[in-house]
Every structure is written in C-alpha cells, then in structure tokens.
C-alpha cells in the first residue's frame, strides 16, 4: 500500500542523515585526538631531552627550558648545545659548547630584581635584546644646515611667540651658519629691530672668531595684540673689527602674521640673510618684488616683499600703505589683487605671494602692474608710485630685464628693486 511506501522512504531518509551525522562527529574526534597526541609527543621529547641532560648536567641547569612570564621565548632543547655565529661569507659556523654550561639567568628575571645586570641575549645580527638598536630610529637628515645656495650670505635661526594675555613677544635667538664675514675672523652680533620703529632695538652677544655662532639668547618685546601683526621684526647681523666698528653683513625680515602667532605656542624658523640695497631712494620710493612662470601649470607667481622710501604726509600715524598687484593684456585690466595694510610706516614689509593664470601665448602681450597706495580712515586713497613689468611692448630698462630673466628661469623666483614712478591711476 502507498502509506508503507512513504514509510520506507521516511525511513531511509532518517537512517542516511543518521548516517552523515555520525561520519562527521568521529572526523571532529578523530582530528582533535591526533592533536592531543601531537601534543603530548612534544611534551614527552622535551621531557625526553631533561632526562638526558640528566645524566650529564646538573639539575638546575634544565631551569633554562622553562619560560618566564616576561621572556617571550626560550630556546629549543635541541639548539641548547650549539652556538651559531655569522660569518663574512654570509655563511654560519657552528661553535661547540660545553655540555654542562654554568648556569646563566635568562633576560628579565629576578637577577635584575636582586640589582645584578641582565645578561644579554644575541639573535643573529639583529642586536642585543632589550636593548636599543639606534640604527631602526633613524630620522631623515636635517638639510637646513647643508643645503645653502650660492651666493649665500649666511643663515639664521629664531623662534618666536606671543603671549596674548601678556602682550609679549618672544624672540629667541638660536644660531647662525656660514656667515660672509670680510676675514676668517669674524665676530657676529645681531640688533633686533621691531619694525616701524627705528630707534629702538635689541642686541645679542658678540661671538668672537667664528662665522658659525651660536648664540642662544631671549629677548622680550611688549607690543599690543591689536598692532602686533602690522610689524615686522628684521635681524641685522653685523661683523664688529677691532676698532669696535659695525660692519653689515645682511638682513632678515620677518613679518608677524596671524598665522605665525597663532596658537600661542613657540614656532622655529630659519631664513637666508639679505643684502642690504646700497641704492639711494628714488624720488618716489622703492619697491621689491618676486616674479616666477611656471609653464606646466600655467601660473604667474608675485611675491610682494617690501617698499623703501615712501614719500608719505606728515602726519603718518593713521596711514595706510598697500601694493595692487594687477594683471593686464593689450593695456587692459584681467585680475587685480591687493595686499594687506600697513600702518605708519615709509618702510613697509609685506612678503605676500599672488598667483594669476597666464597662458604661454599671452605673455608676449601681457604686463603687471604694482601700485603703491597710501589711505587714511574715511579717505579715498591714492597712489604714491607704480611700476610696470612685462615685454618689450610695455616696459624697458630693469623693468625689461627682469620680465626677460623670469621667463629664461622657469618655477625660479627672481628678486629685484624697482623704483617707482609717478602715476595718475586713481
């Protein structure tokens, strides 16, 4: 009948699962037995290998096959008898030992405690473990002392930090490399000016006989958190001869942005010293710039550093000097660009960078434009001077040359003075 057919099927179903299911617990304990007696083997032969040493070592000396908590390994019984040494060759020559070695206790453990020296233990090539290997912290290469350009006139090395809640701002004076003294005697000082303000300065140390010195001094300057980012702190370092005379050997200037100040932490910077412009003013005054095309990115660099000479009103204490920077093709404007104020100063330091997007073909019929402009509060400003860049469609004199050179030295930065010309631009 069809109810024992189904029957009979159930039932073989059943017995085939039934089947499967047993298959697959005796391969589980079969697996798991294998590797108790793997285990139990290996405890045997390290056993095995204690009896030995038995017969011919004391037995203490089988205390070394136990680990302590604090190593992470011991060494096999069966390397305990061998010594291996590296070889020139990079080959490995086995030195025989002494069958029953004294006993030595292994690297952090309770000899330590007792106030005896660990004894170290050697891995191959690898260094002494426990110990520091200096070469595996190894940090890149300081290049600011090594890496000079030409013509360098030398390099110095501050840091500085304001403290907002005091109002004071720390210079410190670390070093200076290589300076261009007029003998091999040179004896540096440095006077630390925090510009507008001429008369009054700041002076280190002299170093006697070395054009590497290193100075090391901190010098304090209160200035208030509203007008400390409109100076500018330039070190003057001299070379003082026997006669006490100062001799200039160049200049840093470094302008305090908010960037530099932020964070009231202490920043360490270095730069390469300056020539002092040995140039009388112009008439109108002068102004120093930075010009560099990069032909793969198609980028026009200006970097605004300073102006000299400004012919400013008499009364300076509300007057505001700024330089715009503008791109020009065929005499007409494309972009125009404007550097921060700077308060009360014939002087002013700027060291702003602007880029302009300038492709290759336009530079035969392009030009830049910087114009010094001085503004007071609630009037219009106007122009103190201008200097125009560019081809021979536009510019001569210095102002050629300079166009000319930045193009024959492609993403180098060329730096020059320029003296500035009367101008009606508004």
């Not at 690297?107 to 426990?130: A, F, K, Q, R, W």
């Not at 201008?386 to 000319?404: D, F, I, T």
Request: with cysteine; aromatic share 8%.
């Amino acid at each position: 009948p069809p109810e024992q057919v189904v029957l009979l099927i159930g039932g073989l179903a059943g017995g085939l699962l039934l089947l499967l299911l047993l298959i697959w617990v005796s391969c589980c304990l079969w697996k798991r037995l294998r590797a108790t007696i793997a285990y139990e083997e290996l405890l045997g032969t390290t056993a095995a290998s204690g009896t030995q040493g038995d017969k011919l070592c004391p037995p203490h000396a089988r205390a070394q096959t136990s680990r302590p908590p604090g190593v992470p390994f011991v060494v096999p019984p069966s390397f305990q008898d061998r010594d291996w040494v590296p070889l020139h060759s990079g080959e490995r020559a086995q030195i025989p030992r002494d069958p029953c070695p004294a006993p030595e206790p292994l690297p952090h453990t309770s000899s330590s405690i007792l106030g005896e020296p660990p004894l170290p233990c050697v891995v191959g090539n690898t260094g002494t473990v426990g110990t520091i290997n200096p070469e595996l912290y190894k940090t890149l290469e300081d290049t600011s002392e090594t890496d000079f350009p030409e013509g360098c006139l030398g390099r110095l090395w501050f840091s500085v930090e304001y403290q907002q809640e005091a109002e004071r701002l720390l210079v410190g004076l670390i070093k200076a490399r290589r300076l261009q003294g007029p003998s091999e005697t040179c004896s540096p000082l440095v006077k630390l000016h925090l510009l507008p303000d001429e008369r009054r300065f700041l002076q280190s140390k002299a170093k006697c006989k070395t054009p590497n010195p290193q100075f090391d001094e901190h010098f304090v300057f209160q200035v208030s958190s509203k007008s400390v980012t409109q100076r500018v702190l330039r070190f003057s370092v001299y070379h003082v001869d026997r006669q006490r005379k100062h001799q200039l050997l160049g200049q840093v200037f470094f302008p305090l942005k908010n960037e530099t100040l932020a964070g009231d932490c202490r920043r360490l910077i270095w730069r390469d010293l300056e020539a002092e412009s040995l140039e009388p003013p112009s008439e109108f005054g002068d102004l120093q710039f930075c010009l560099s095309y990069n032909d793969c990115l198609h980028r026009l660099t200006v970097v605004v550093l300073r102006a000299k000479g400004l012919q400013l009103q008499e009364d300076t204490s509300f007057v505001s000097m700024f330089v715009k920077v503008s791109l020009m093709n065929h005499n007409k404007f494309v972009k125009c660009k404007k550097t921060s104020a700077v308060l009360g100063s014939a002087n002013p330091v700027y060291s702003e960078t602007f880029s302009f997007r300038a492709d290759p073909a336009e530079l035969d019929t392009a030009s830049l434009s910087l114009t010094v402009l001085q503004g007071a509060e609630g009037e219009k400003s106007h122009a103190l001077g201008r200097v125009v860049v560019g081809p021979y469609m536009y510019a001569r004199g210095k102002q050629l040359e300079h166009w000319n050179e930045m193009l024959s030295k492609p993403k180098e930065l060329v730096k020059r003075w320029h003296a500035l010309c009367r101008t009606t631009e508004p």
